[in-house]
């Protein structure tokens, strides 16, 4: 897993153990990969420090079962996204568009959004005010886009690992994801391209 | 986005493309549409922006550290907590 973290140092048999010193080296190990899945999936910090929180307890509670043939960082991703995913569902009950299931079959949406924002200068497409649209541009994809786009782009898994983390195909995962990227692009296409009008204003 | 048939037949296969995995015969389709649709152009370059600003803005998530020491307490692993 493309993680910087010592996974294979950890001894499995020790964790199934239920050796505490053992758990306590995964979670200083994991800690960081899940709580930025999280805010990314939620875009809230107390709700991502509940999350945190739920998957390193159930992670604690269920190590026992795990049978090494994912990961163990597949396997934590896994508990992590399932817990963000059924926030997600608690908070909103009444939206069905983060229930909707996605047909990946349906006709994509053509883009709508045609202006060349990229020469706007790096400050201007990294300030605080882009980022804090760019968060919630995440949080408005339908969830089940939502969690491939983060575990691909913002966790930077290989498109294997995050479809083994979602239970889907390689070739599902791949079409959640252009969903997800092309919304983004119609999304911060419509940010950045006021910007750039404003700019192009001011000289 | 014009109304050429290619522009939308292209467009699922864009995300890939972007990533460079792509199988050969789709990739030049794309090449050659792209070298006279200007808006399709448009499209792909603000599509790799897009995925580019995402990698980059990972890299800024940190966690607080009152919210590692309140994991640790949870768990009650506070005595194994390093400084």
Same mark, same amino acid.
């Given at each position: 897993m493309s993680s910087n973290t010592n996974v294979e140092t950890i001894n499995?048999?020790?964790?199934?153990?239920?050796?505490?010193?053992?758990?306590?080296?995964?979670?200083?190990?994991?800690?960081?990969?899940?709580?930025?899945?999280?805010?990314?999936?939620?875009?809230?910090?107390?709700?991502?420090?509940?999350?945190?929180?739920?998957?390193?307890?159930?992670?604690?509670?269920?190590?026992?079962?795990?049978?090494?043939?994912?990961?163990?960082?597949?396997?934590?991703?896994?508990?992590?996204?399932?817990?963000?995913?059924?926030?997600?569902?608690?908070?909103?009950?009444?939206?069905?568009?983060?229930e909707e299931p996605q047909g990946d079959d349906e006709e994509l949406q053509k883009p709508l959004e045609i202006v060349d924002w990229?020469?706007?200068?790096?400050?201007?497409?990294m300030s605080a005010e882009a980022q804090r649209y760019l968060d919630e541009a995440v949080s408005r994809l339908p969830s089940s886009l939502r969690a491939a786009f983060v575990l691909r782009d913002i966790q930077g898994l290989s498109t294997l690992e995050a479809a083994e983390v979602l239970n889907l195909s390689e070739t599902a995962l791949k079409t959640r994801l252009s969903r997800a990227r092309l919304q983004l692009r119609e999304s911060l296409s419509s940010y950045y391209g006021k910007k750039l009008r404003e700019e192009g204003k001011r000289t | 986005m014009n109304e050429h048939a290619e522009c939308k037949h292209l467009l699922g296969s864009l995300s890939e493309y972007v990533d460079g995995v792509l199988e050969e015969t789709l990739c030049a389709e794309i090449e050659r549409h792209l070298a006279d649709c200007e808006d399709c152009r448009i499209v792909v370059d603000t &599509?790799?922006?897009?995925?580019?600003?995402?990698?980059?803005?990972?890299?800024?998530?940190?966690?607080?550290?009152?919210?590692?020491?309140?994991?640790?307490?949870? &768990?009650d692993l506070d005595d194994l907590l390093e400084p």
């Open positions: 499995l048999e020790a964790l199934k153990a239920g050796d505490r010193a053992e758990f306590a080296r995964l979670v200083e190990s994991h800690y960081e990969l899940v709580y930025r899945l999280a805010i990314k999936m939620l875009n809230n910090p107390q709700d991502a420090e509940d999350v945190l929180q739920e998957t390193f307890t159930k992670a604690f509670r269920h190590i026992g079962g795990f049978d090494g043939r994912s990961s163990l960082s597949t396997w934590l991703y896994r508990i992590a996204t399932n817990e963000a995913l059924m926030f997600l569902r608690r908070q909103k009950p009444g939206q069905i568009s983060v990229c020469c706007l200068p790096e400050e201007e497409l | &599509l790799n922006k897009t995925v580019y600003l995402y990698h980059q803005s990972a890299a800024q998530v940190s966690v607080p550290e009152d919210v590692r020491q309140r994991l640790f307490r949870r &768990l």
